[in-house]
């Protein structure tokens, strides 16, 4: 009858697990983090700055729930944005980007970067969908952009908003470098000149040369600007809003609601980058190291933000020059490029990728299933090549804990002889166990060392493949086509030809069920539990799982089932080399199954 209790309390719990999983982590996400490292609120930006845009229309409207890689969601602000990009795009008044990397424009009304393009990301797994846009002009619904410029003093006229700047050519490329110039009524010339890499880099020298009869001071700033409607999902576990390195620390504890509710956020340590991170892309400030601006954070209303950074007021005597330089990242986290701007000097930008606090084991797993992928073309298959790997690895250990098994089941007529004569003496019968393990050099602890060694392996996995843009949209084989999204497969909708579209878990698809089936197999070749009412949770467990990982990235369930095969396989080998365990877990089984018998028939 206990037996019975323990079962149903068991297989309740496993269902409020099962079913508040979900909605628990959708509503702990928002509330996750700590607290921004703030020393204080940043002052109201003097009236002269050009860095206020207008919101974007549709902005105060509720905006839809972010997705995993973030974007506009409804149809309405999808038509909004092609319409105002087919407008804005169109103007005589831009010079072109035109890069390996990336395409797009800047708007010489006002000087802004505010349209890029990357070519070798797509937006979706079809190779001829058009490439992600990461900058679109102020005003549109997907509103982001760079902008470069200066704050003029004592009434000093610096560029604005709608200044029309010249422009010495036509496009920017890595081998042609582009200068933009105004200059104010009273002699002062005001120059940018963007230069380019082939990736993402984008420089930018910003010169003032005063040829007026007096001195004028100017502060320089920059500003990334951007709507959060097109915000990626922000988790516990990756991180998109608000990011900078301040005194070469990342800082991931600022996000858009804290921004909101401050209106504005200014960070103690000088900013080495500072600006925006969705799970894939980022767009940053880089100063130059010997430079030292102020860095913040601001709301600007409307579902609108900008990271800026503001340098001290700078003195221009007459017939002088004085600039400094600047770079701009806009572009997507490969790691390998990361680490090569970090080789330049910028600290630290590969950890705006959120490894955690476990990155010193995340990226070496990253790092070989990359090399992998390079060898086989294959992501899938370097997924199962890495699995062969850790197992492979964990070999020997598993011949240790198959041999601490039969050693502990050899001695179990000893340990029953034990607790049969200190039943009722429990702290006796623990001190004659502990001595009988130690004089037949047995370990109870050594068959769960391969599974604690598992863990860290599989969490590693689990945000390699979860935040790595290396594993977006990366196909395996057949119907899955994106091994960083769950299957897409739906076993309650036969695979499509019913019309709806299941949701969560019971999104259940073929992956979901053959990990359910392989771990079944392989709990069942494992020696079974001496309590009746524990070898019955562990009969269920796999199910449950098989619903829990339904929602998990399709290739860290390739990986699981295929570590579920290795495992049985290794087991079977292992008992073909330990009969005698074999045969001890069948007679185990056989007196379970006798005394689940029995205690049925007494209820």
């Not at 729930?65 to 149809?75: I, S």
């Not at 003029?152 to 610096?158: F, K, M, R």
């Not at 600047?326 to 490894?355: H, P, T």
Request: aromatic share 10%; glycine share 8%.
């Amino acid at each position: 009858m206990e037996n019975q209790r323990n079962m149903i309390l068991a297989v309740v719990l496993m269902g409020v697990i099962l079913i508040g999983w979900q909605f628990g982590l959708g509503y702990i996400y928002p509330h996750m983090g700590t607290k921004p490292a703030v020393v204080a609120t940043a002052p109201a930006t003097p009236a002269s700055t050009p860095l206020a845009h207008a919101a974007a229309p549709g902005a105060d409207a509720a905006p839809a729930k972010p997705t995993r890689e973030g974007g506009l969601q409804a149809p309405q602000d999808l038509a909004a944005e092609a319409s105002d990009l087919k407008t804005a795009l169109a103007s005589p008044t831009r010079v072109a980007i035109v890069a390996p990397d990336v395409m797009g424009s800047i708007n010489l009304a006002g000087a802004v970067l505010d349209d890029l393009t990357l070519n070798r990301h797509r937006e979706t797994t079809d190779p001829h969908s058009p490439p992600v846009r990461l900058f679109s002009p102020a005003g549109s619904p997907a509103q982001h952009f760079a902008q470069v410029g200066w704050i003029g003093d004592n009434g000093l006229a610096t560029p604005n908003g709608s200044t029309l700047w010249q422009a010495d050519g036509p496009r920017l490329t890595p081998a042609t470098p582009v200068t933009l110039h105004w200059t104010n009524p009273t002699g002062q010339t005001f120059t940018l000149k963007y230069a380019i890499d082939d990736h993402y880099m984008i420089t930018v020298a910003q010169n003032v040369t005063n040829d007026g009869a007096t001195p004028v001071s100017v502060r320089p700033f920059a500003q990334v600007n951007r709507t959060d409607r097109t915000a990626s999902l922000d988790t516990w576990q990756v991180h998109s809003g608000p990011i900078g390195a301040f005194d070469g620390t990342v800082d991931f504890s600022s996000k858009y609601a804290g921004v909101a509710a401050a209106n504005a956020i200014t960070h103690a340590g000088v900013p080495n980058w500072i600006g925006f991170t969705d799970i894939y892309w980022l767009s940053v400030l880089i100063p130059d190291t010997a430079s030292h601006p102020v860095g913040s954070y601001r709301a600007l209303g409307g579902g609108l933000f900008r990271a800026d950074l503001v340098y001290p007021a700078v003195v221009v005597a007459p017939h002088q020059t004085i600039g400094q330089n600047l770079r701009v990242f806009a572009g997507a986290k490969e790691n390998a490029l990361l680490e090569a701007y970090e080789k330049q000097g910028i600290a630290n930008l590969s950890l705006s990728i959120d490894w955690g606090w476990f990155r010193w084991f995340e990226k070496p797993i990253f790092w070989l299933l990359d090399s992998l992928f390079k060898a086989v073309k294959n992501f899938g298959v370097a997924l199962i090549l890495l699995t062969l790997i850790v197992r492979g690895a964990m070999f020997p250990i598993a011949q240790r804990q198959f041999a601490s098994m039969a050693a502990m089941r050899a001695i179990q007529p000893k340990m029953k002889a034990i607790q049969e004569r200190y039943k009722d003496d429990k702290p006796r019968a623990q001190q004659e166990v502990m001595a009988l393990y130690k004089s037949e050099g047995v370990n109870p602890l050594a068959g769960c060392l391969p599974m604690f060694l598992q863990i860290p392996v599989f969490f590693a996995l689990y945000k390699v493949l979860v935040l790595t843009i290396e594993m977006r949209h990366q196909p395996f084989v057949g119907w899955i086509h994106d091994l960083s999204a769950p299957d897409p497969s739906h076993v309650l909708n036969l695979f499509g030809l019913l019309p709806f579209e299941p949701s969560g878990y019971f999104g259940l698809g073929v992956l979901a069920i053959a990990l359910g089936t392989t771990m079944w197999l392989q709990f069942k070749l494992q020696p079974a539990a001496m309590d009746p009412s524990q070898q019955q949770v562990m009969s269920i467990m796999p199910w449950m799982m098989m619903f829990v990982m339904s929602t998990f990235a399709s290739g860290l369930l390739i990986y699981w089932i295929t570590s579920n095969l290795l495992t049985i396989g290794q087991q079977r080998y292992l008992y073909s080399r330990h009969p005698q365990l074999k045969a001890q877990a069948n007679k185990d089984q056989t007196d379970i199954d006798r005394v689940v018998k029995r205690d049925g028939k007494k209820t």
